[in-house]
């Protein structure tokens, strides 16, 4: 792990880190992007799905997940959606201000385990910013992955996040994507309309079921409902991982917000298999 | 100094044998045990097992007229705490003089846990110019007539904040303590026989048993082997074979008094895994007020939340720590107000299946001492008791046929 401890720090110390730039992504999500001061740091030992804690003195600390993939170390990404206090204080910093953080915390998914399978990324809403982590080392290591299908939900057109990104990414055949919306309220979506759910035939008859791993991450509401398209795709429930969301206020296992039954998200989470679902009660 | 040293000879001759036989030193642990006469615990749990410590078992005897005397002395190696009874609850205050001390009580309202994870500390200070981490001092504190049940609880906190990885407020705090601790004798609410956690092993400096005119005073630690040389003339190794008698009919005497006991607690955590969906939950969930009560008082809730303050003059301000609790409304809310566990009965539920259950897949325990504060506070009657009957009885309609 590289922010986290190094000899003589203890496991709270923060690491300042200036915001190179920042991006509207829609009304209220906001891309970030950090580089430490210290230009030691170098982040490359974490995974995809991983998180980090962002530090503001005087408002407070809040859980993000990590939105760049590890192999690309200048510099550390967030998309962040304006919905409390310690958002709003972040939105209103500008271009070279400083942040503190420290992490990368949790379990994520296991990118190198999955070589030489074919992929299944379902993101909803706000899941698309832990899944770029995901989609941007594909991206990197296209070589290492088989067939990549990429499920996108938003609420509204305006609601997408990395729109363009994807197109690109799909022109250029590193996925194969598929995007709707809930409700096409501009009358000028292109493709489908519908909850993501509904995006599932147009991938079916490509999908080899025995090498494909389904990658989930959307509102609690969602796991539910592409859990079951995926189970009908036969998917083995080890290869269904999705990552969830708890409170937390430490992510070290100590302060037990995100406590789930004996585990703790911020330790063996927030990744989880279907197999560790059918297993640990509430954890969906 | 003679009985001292046959006894290091003993062990040397153990030591070698043991070598010779390639015996790993848990087992060695194990036989020599075997040659002490004075085995406090029916078992010893093997996850913090400590070799060092065992060379230190030492047993001294103290007259109890000396007792303030050792008192004034341990009060020059820091600040003294204590049981102390005000308002007619008894809790740790600090200690000036020997008469305010009071140990003949069952429990605080607050355990020692005050000590180690404070109801609210500082963590971070910071200003326009920067931030500074917050640590206590290097101050010793020294906490006098800890109770078994106690010591069991700040072994559990040990795991959780030093276990994995260390938390360094914690660690701090724990560094600095001494924990001499003190026999108790049972009431109605104490059903620590029945969690196993009566009689304790290791986790503190010093022990002291009670047994009529006199102190046994055990030693379990180095920092307690140093306390006990320096008050050298005051103790005494001669424990007679009469005294022995007599420790041992205590502790029978002591085990008769426990009048509550928590049914089969050894199965609780399959119980409460196989019947999941229990209707207990439902019922005592309706009940509870959401108060936080059996947090606060309990020896091994720890949840806290941050928040950050700033102070009047909007320049500066600080981070701080306060204990939380699973079953106040919002514990588990996210960015976005959505809610893991909006009612009472999912928070309660994660209360105590995380005590009872889920602590002993973490840490091979689990997370109650038996100490009976949320017996005695909670003020609708929901604690590990009354849950834990509730469980089994649910289970086991006809009690007399599972016994």
């Known amino acids: 792990m590289a922010i986290t401890t190094r000899e003589g720090e203890h496991a709270y110390a923060t690491k300042p880190a200036k915001i190179l730039a920042m991006k509207d992504l829609t009304e209220d999500t906001r891309y970030f992007k950090f580089k430490f001061l210290d230009e030691s740091i170098v982040e490359e030992n974490y995974k995809p799905g991983q998180f980090a804690i962002m530090s503001l003195p005087g408002v407070g600390e809040a859980v993000f997940s990590i939105s760049s993939p590890p192999t690309r170390t200048d510099f550390i990404e967030f998309g962040v959606r304006k919905v409390g206090s310690f958002t709003e204080a972040l939105f209103k910093l500008k271009v070279g201000d400083i942040v503190h953080l420290r992490g990368p915390y949790g379990d994520g998914f296991n990118m190198e385990s999955l070589g030489g399978r074919d992929l299944i990324i379902v993101s909803g809403g706000l899941g698309a910013i832990p899944l770029r982590s995901v989609l941007l080392y594909v991206e990197d290591r296209r070589e290492e992955f088989n067939q990549v299908f990429f499920l996108n939900g938003a609420r509204s057109p305006a609601d997408m996040l990395y729109r363009a990104d994807i197109i690109a990414m799909a022109q250029r055949g590193i996925i194969e994507s598929h995007l709707s919306v809930d409700k096409d309220d501009t009358g000028e979506w292109p493709y489908h309309e519908g909850v993501v759910t509904t995006l599932f035939p147009k991938i079916t008859d490509r999908v080899v079921s025995e090498k494909t791993t389904a990658i989930i991450c959307g509102p609690p509401i969602m796991y539910k409902y592409v859990i079951q398209e995926l189970l009908k795709l036969k998917i083995p429930k080890d290869q269904i991982l999705m990552t969830l969301e708890r409170r937390m206020k430490c992510g070290q296992g100590h302060c037990g917000h995100c406590a789930i039954g004996g585990r703790y998200t911020c330790l063996e989470g927030p990744v989880f298999t279907y197999y560790d679902v059918q297993h640990i009660k509430e954890l969906i | ?403």
């Open chain 2, 1 to 403: 100094m003679c009985q001292k040293f046959t006894q290091i000879s003993t062990f040397l001759k153990i030591l070698q044998i043991s070598k010779i036989l390639e015996l790993n030193s848990k087992l060695l642990y194990y036989i020599s045990l075997k040659f002490s006469i004075f085995r406090r615990y029916p078992y010893r749990l093997p996850y913090k097992y400590n070799f060092k410590n065992s060379l230190d078992m030492k047993t001294y005897k103290m007259s109890k007229d000396r007792f303030p005397e050792f008192i004034e002395q341990i009060k020059t190696k820091g600040q003294l705490y204590g049981p102390v009874k005000g308002n007619g609850k008894y809790s740790f205050e600090k200690i000036e003089k020997f008469e305010d001390l009071d140990f003949d009580y069952q429990r605080t309202v607050i355990g020692p846990k005050k000590f180690l994870t404070p109801p609210r500390y500082q963590t971070l200070r910071y200003d326009k110019s920067g931030q500074t981490d917050v640590f206590v001092s290097d101050e010793t504190q020294i906490v006098i007539g800890v109770h078994p049940c106690d010591i069991h609880g700040i072994n559990i906190l040990d795991r959780l904040f030093l276990g994995n990885i260390k938390d360094p407020y914690y660690e701090k705090r724990r560094n600095n303590l001494i924990i001499i601790g003190h026999s108790c004798l049972p009431d109605e609410n104490c059903v620590c026989k029945s969690t196993g956690t009566d009689m304790v092993e290791d986790g503190f400096d010093l022990f002291f048993t009670e047994l009529g005119e006199h102190y046994l005073v055990w030693v379990g630690s180095d920092k307690g082997l140093s306390i006990a040389i320096e008050a050298e003339d005051m103790l005494t190794e001669e424990i007679s074979e009469d005294e022995i008698q007599e420790y041992v009919r205590w502790q029978q005497r002591r085990s008769e008094m426990f009048k509550s006991e928590i049914p089969s607690f050894k199965y609780l955590a399959d119980i409460i895994h196989l019947h999941y969906d229990s209707k207990v939950w439902e019922q005592f969930g309706e009940k509870c007020l959401s108060c936080g009560i059996c947090s606060i008082v309990c020896p091994t809730c720890n949840c806290f939340n941050v928040e950050d303050r700033i102070s009047m003059n909007t320049e500066d301000g600080f981070r701080e720590r306060i204990l939380d609790s699973c079953t106040l409304p919002y514990y588990s809310m996210v960015a976005g107000d959505h809610d893991f566990r909006p009612d009472r009965t999912s928070r309660l539920k994660l209360y105590y299946t995380h005590k009872l259950k889920e602590y002993i897949g973490r840490w091979g325990q689990p997370s109650c001492v038996g100490c009976g504060r949320c017996i005695t506070y909670c003020p609708v009657g929901i604690n590990v008791l009354t849950v834990s009957t509730a469980l089994y009885e649910e289970v086991c309609e006809k009690p007399e046929a599972c016994e």
